[in-house]
């Protein structure tokens, strides 16, 4: 496993179900395009999961 993930949103929560909105919110993602690190850990990484298609992740 990589040390951290680097994840960007790449598409818009407009219509998205609430959970997917909070958990990309949760995620540090306010805006399109921004980009945060966060820790490789499997709490991280089910996140991403749930919003897989609204984000875009680099392991770093």
Do not use: F, Q, W, Y
Request: with cysteine; proline share 3%; charged share 35%.
């Amino acid at each position: 496993m990589a040390e951290k993930l680097k994840v960007t949103l790449v598409k818009s929560t407009i219509g998205s179900i609430p959970k997917h909105k909070k958990t990309v919110e949760a995620l540090g993602l306010k805006k399109l395009h921004k980009t945060v690190e966060l820790p490789d850990n499997e709490c991280v990484r089910g996140m991403v999961d749930h919003v897989r298609h609204l984000v875009k992740v680099e392991e770093i």
